[in-house]
């Protein structure tokens, strides 16, 4: 017997359903999106590795997935380089692409190139799916879609302001409630500055950003082996068990660093977004221990946890000053946001939020009686289907229970009948599946039933 067919780990079917609900998802984003003028844009699965390589910092480099070339890869390999068995170099000698890891730097990319046709400040939205040779787990996937938001070409904190009003009416739509976080990468070099480690601001960063998942003793272990002595690590603590109101926080953080003119800069950055955000009613949270891992972010941060079901960070983003210089265009300010689509996707199961509308089901079924009846049908669905309702016909003249059983398999809301009765009296059968109700209708009196 053949073994039955399966699909990598870490990755996932959709069916019809499933589909309907991403699509929900997508179409909600993308409605928030274009009322703030963002614009949609596509860019290839693939990507060179110098595009991809050295913009997520080393733990990013590990999880990119690399694409073999084709033909002969190894025909340009000596024995002794094989026999050598060193991974990163053959890999460098057999592979010049590899796919995209997420959407910002591909974006880059993309503005570089295109640098010419667009109009300055640039606001595009981009949903499509990216790969990380990650430890799949719940929640954490080797394939999944992101959906972001970017600006690039403005310096203007309003920015921020605004991606945050759009992450805060995209849960709400959904009915989520979230928690957002907010910090500044310019804080944390602050702090690094201060305590005398400048040159230890990613490690720092990167082991901060675990401290909800390994805790702070763990932490502390990983910044002791990082070269950060117990004395650097011991003035971290307050600033990283930091308590009290957004004022508070950076009040204390402010005073600590007060030698940091780079520092200070992140806290007026940080008091800037918080005063519209906290004007405009949205629960922001300044939290300095987030860190957001990749090493291209340089000014505010933003992260937003679903808190009524534990699934992580469902979105997140930054402000990133310096990513397209390393494309050849450098002083290009960007900021932007990612939603996690497959966490979301998650949530909204968790929570059962999916209005029923969202599904985008068939409406009506028409049954299938045989050839004569069919063509009574057919020029009547063709008028519904004007109409905008979703309806279509049995293909086969089959027994009434299996058209039923599909009906119902199908989650379709009503069925139309159309025998010798109905045509003698040029009239359809409307059935309502949930409470048997039966009317007897003309196509116009059913097309306005079924446009209730």
């Not at 991809?52 to 073999?68: A, H, P, R, T």
């Not at 890869?73 to 995209?100: F, P, V």
């Not at 009003?165 to 602050?190: A, M, S, W």
């Amino acid at each position: 017997m053949a073994n039955k067919p399966s699909i990598p780990k870490g990755t996932r079917d959709f069916g019809p359903l499933e589909m309907a609900k991403r699509n929900y998802i997508f179409n909600t984003i993308r409605s928030v999106y274009e009322l703030y003028g963002f614009q949609q844009i596509e860019t290839p699965a693939q990507e060179t590795l110098q595009t991809l390589m050295g913009k997520y910092g080393e733990e990013g480099d590990k999880l990119l997935f690399k694409i073999l070339n084709s033909g002969d890869y190894l025909a340009k390999l000596s024995d002794d380089e094989l026999q050598e068995r060193n991974t990163l170099r053959l890999a460098s000698k057999i592979c010049e692409k590899g796919l995209r890891y997420d959407l910002t730097v591909p974006f880059a990319r993309y503005v570089v190139m295109h640098r010419d046709e667009l109009q300055l400040p640039f606001k595009r939205y981009q949903v499509q799916p990216v790969w990380r040779a990650d430890r799949p787990q719940k929640g954490r996937y080797r394939e999944f879609y992101q959906f972001d938001g970017d600006v690039v070409g403005s310096d203007s904190l309003l920015n921020e302001v605004e991606l945050m009003q759009i992450v805060d009416t995209v849960f709400t739509r959904f009915g989520v409630r979230v928690q957002i976080k907010i910090n500044n990468r310019k804080i944390l070099t602050g702090i690094a500055e201060v305590i005398g480690a400048a040159d230890k601001i990613v490690d720092i960063t990167v082991a901060i950003d675990k401290l909800d998942k390994i805790g702070i003793d763990n932490v502390n272990d990983e910044l002791r082996q990082d070269g950060l002595t117990d004395e650097q690590i011991q003035k971290l603590q307050p600033i990283i068990l930091l308590q009290g109101t957004n004022e508070q926080k950076l009040q204390t953080i402010a005073q600590v660093l007060q030698s940091s003119e780079t520092g200070l800069k992140g806290v007026e950055e940080t008091k800037y977004i918080l005063s519209f955000l906290t004007a405009l009613n949205n629960d922001i949270q300044f939290d300095l221990t987030l860190a957001r891992g990749l090493s291209y972010y340089t000014g505010a941060i933003f992260e937003v946890k679903a808190l009524d079901t534990p699934m992580g960070s469902i979105s997140g983003g930054g402000r990133y000053d310096n990513l397209t210089g390393i494309f050849g265009m450098p002083g290009l300010s960007g900021v932007g946001i990612s939603f996690g689509v497959d966490r979301i996707y998650d949530v909204l199961n968790a929570l059962d939020l999916y209005p029923k509308d969202s599904l985008q089901t068939t409406q009506v079924l028409f049954i299938n009686f045989g050839e004569r009846e069919t063509a009574y049908c057919l020029p009547i669905i063709n008028k519904v289907r004007a109409k905008g309702i979703r309806a279509e016909i049995y293909p086969d003249a089959a027994k009434m229970k299996k058209q039923m059983a599909y009906a119902n398999a199908k989650q379709t809301p009503y069925v139309v009948l159309a025998g010798d009765n109905e045509m003698q009296q040029g009239r359809v059968t409307l059935k309502d599946m949930e409470t048997g109700q039966q009317q007897l209708l003309t196509p116009d009196e059913l097309i306005a039933a079924l446009s209730e």
